[in-house]
């Protein structure tokens, strides 16, 4: 069976570094270049001009706070345990599903007002993305590894 993607490249960016900020010492900033370092450790081809994309949207989306300056950098919006997968992928993705688009029809709408089949897609796609609420950053942060070196920088 083939391996599809559900998340986005923007989705993994987002959320690799969002727990690898949560993961840092409360009040530590973390620069562009040193999250992209750490996650070249996952992801050699990892592209550092995608990444600042994306941590600019996590940041005008207040998932990070921006902090100006010579020693500036980013540190989590809000406690890791108040970030949800569900926040993410609404803020980089959108909803991502509409309920209302039909799997068979080109069209915006069902043509047949949600036949049995797409009712049942439907409310596959609304638990899947309740589901998304209940994983927070925090949780993944545990279960990241990060090198020491990363975090104690000033």
């Not at 949207?57 to 706070?65: E, T, Y």
């Not at 069209?107 to 796609?125: N, T, Y």
């Amino acid at each position: 069976m083939g391996g599809g993607q559900l998340f986005s490249q923007r989705f993994g960016y987002g959320v690799h570094a969002l727990a690898f900020i949560a993961k840092k010492p409360a009040g530590q900033l973390t620069t562009l270049a040193e999250i992209a370092e750490w996650m070249r450790t996952i992801w050699p081809g990892l592209s550092e001009t995608y990444l600042s994309n994306v941590v600019q949207r996590l940041a005008r989306g207040r998932l990070l706070r921006s902090h100006r300056g010579i020693a500036g950098g980013y540190s989590i919006g809000r406690a890791a345990k108040d970030i949800t997968l569900k926040d993410v992928v609404e803020l980089l993705d959108g909803t991502g599903l509409d309920s209302m688009r039909c799997a068979l029809s080109l069209e915006d709408r069902c043509p047949v007002k949600k036949c049995a089949i797409q009712r049942k897609l439907s409310r596959l796609e609304q638990r899947f993305m309740s589901s998304l609420d209940e994983l927070t950053i925090a949780t993944l942060a545990e279960d990241i590894a990060v090198p020491k070196r990363f975090l104690n920088r000033n």
